[in-house]
């Protein structure tokens, strides 16, 4: 039996044992980050995050200081927002980025985890290679060609909803550019298929990279639906190349490595590139149109501009040379300028090793998050950060390929978007032809961007008409 004096020895060791238990624990929630987490288990604050996710940081970063951490759906997101956390986001060995978005890639495109990390940096350098400042002419003549054609079908004049109208036009002319000419394009059913398809798969990708596909039905039925498609059109893509020998392609590249390296011959990545090469690029177009036809002084400085390179008649198939392209730098900051400021809500890389910013230690398994989007509009390094104000592009060094610093609309380091210097020049090329081809106003204000989603750039909420006149 145990005497009186054990009993307390034993309730005093217990007391005592879980009072530093408590003091360690504090202690190392001390070290951390503030963490905004909710009441809900596992859930977290993942209902208030999700209704405005781009506010809800910003609010939080007001509430919390430049680090902090939301809990939500399980993960623990940590936002970096001054200089001490972005230096560790861009530069620590102990942050990575194919660990953050492995799962992503899995949800969303079905590619297995092995598949991903053995393929990953392959395919990375080829993209990088291919779609680099060296190759990047090679783009200009079968852009303009699949750009004119598109133009064709807007006829003489018309209004029509300016999202609607860029994405009638760089839809096609990407998959064209990028993947084989004809892919999706080819008659009124398979368009049809193509455009409700990608629709839904882009619009719920942040969704479907977070949930279950069984708990999103219709998202799924889109996925599956543009994974037959490719399945479906893997032997015209082949093709294609050596049909025509075309060293810019990259869809068939992508092939090619899949098909050394696994002996597959899967439609997984030709999903993956597609929404990379549209989902950012198209709503920039629109963007920079929006902007530019917003501000009347800038408008009229870019038709002058148009004028003085092309002349002022506006029915000619007009080519465009790498030179020209050089003249006409304005619009060049006016996509850069409407990148900034519709710049990714987050990017993202997951922690593998603890990481020390400010007094505060993050700990492995967290994820890393750094927003472009506010981040461009720290009025440190973009002075009145609201302002639309292309010439503030002009202290960039874009002849030797470098942005404005803190720009981070393409991510940085390793892995930076390896199309930005594509995306550039498509949306560039496709700003020229249709000023140049048409007048154009816009008959709506400039819309709200929506704040639904934090993957890429924010998308313009509502309508805005556009009214377009051939020129003559
Ligand atoms: C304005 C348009 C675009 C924007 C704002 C944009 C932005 C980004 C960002 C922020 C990332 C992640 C980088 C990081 O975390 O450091 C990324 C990755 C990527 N982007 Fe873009 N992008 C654009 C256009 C394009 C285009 C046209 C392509 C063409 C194929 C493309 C292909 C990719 C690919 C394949 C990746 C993944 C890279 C990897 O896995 O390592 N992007 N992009």
């Not at 879980?18 to 001390?30: G, H, M």
């Not at 070290?31 to 977290?44: D, F, V």
Request: hydrophobic share 45%; net charge positive.
């Amino acid at each position: 039996m145990m005497d009186n004096m054990e009993l307390i020895s034993l309730i005093v060791i217990t007391v005592l044992g879980c009072v530093a238990l408590f003091l360690f624990l504090q202690r190392k929630n001390l070290c951390r980050p503030p963490c905004i987490e909710g009441w809900i288990p596992w859930i977290g604050a993942g209902f208030e995050f999700g209704k405005a996710p781009l506010e809800f940081i910003e609010k939080a970063r007001i509430k919390c200081g430049p680090i902090f951490t939301v809990f939500a759906m399980g993960k623990r997101m940590t936002f970096v927002t001054e200089e001490e956390g972005i230096d560790v986001f861009l530069n620590s060995k102990h942050v990575n980025f194919e660990l953050a978005v492995q799962n992503p890639v899995y949800r969303t495109a079905s590619i297995p985890k092995n598949i991903f990390f053995t393929l990953h940096e392959k395919l990375y350098l080829m993209m990088k290679g291919k779609m680099g400042t060296f190759n990047l002419y090679q783009f200009i003549g079968p852009l303009t060609e699949e750009l004119h054609e598109q133009l064709e079908n807007l006829g003489t004049h018309g209004t029509m909803d300016l999202n609607n109208l860029v994405r009638h036009l760089l839809y096609p002319v990407t998959v064209n550019t990028l993947f084989s000419k004809g892919l999706f394009f080819t008659n009124k059913r398979k368009i049809k298929e193509f455009y409700q398809h990608f629709e839904i798969y882009d619009e719920g990708f942040e969704y479907g990279s977070q949930i279950p596909e069984w708990l999103l039905r219709n998202w799924s039925k889109s996925k599956r639906g543009l994974l037959a498609l490719f399945a479906k059109n893997i032997p015209d893509i082949k093709a294609y190349k050596s049909a025509k020998d075309n060293s810019v392609a990259i869809m068939q590249a992508v092939l090619d490595i899949l098909e050394m390296e696994t002996n597959e011959q899967s439609p997984n990545y030709g999903l993956l590139t597609l929404w990379a090469s549209l989902s950012n690029a198209v709503p920039i177009a629109f963007w920079t149109l929006a902007f530019v036809l917003s501000h009347p002084d800038i408008h009229k400085a870019i038709k002058k501009d148009i004028s003085s390179v092309f002349g002022t008649a506006g029915k000619d198939k007009i080519k465009v040379s790498e030179d020209e392209l050089k003249r006409l730098l304005l619009i060049k900051w006016c996509i850069l300028e409407a990148i900034r400021l519709r710049a990714p809500g987050v990017i993202t890389r997951k922690v593998v090793k603890p990481v020390k910013i400010l007094n505060y230690t993050v700990p492995s398994g967290d994820l890393l998050m750094l927003s472009p989007f506010w981040l461009h509009r720290n009025p440190k390094y973009f002075p009145e950060p609201e302002l639309f104000r292309p010439e503030r592009w002009k202290k960039a060094n874009l002849e030797k390929h470098a942005f404005l610093d803190c720009f981070m609309a393409f991510g940085s380091g390793k892995f930076q978007c390896p199309g930005r210097w594509f995306a550039l020049l498509e949306i560039q090329i496709c700003i020229i032809l249709i000023l140049y081809k048409y007048d154009c106003s816009l008959l709506d204000p400039l819309p709200k961007q929506s704040d639904l989603h934090l993957v890429g750039v924010p998308k313009p909420e509502g309508q805005c008409k556009i009214e377009y006149k051939q020129r003559i």
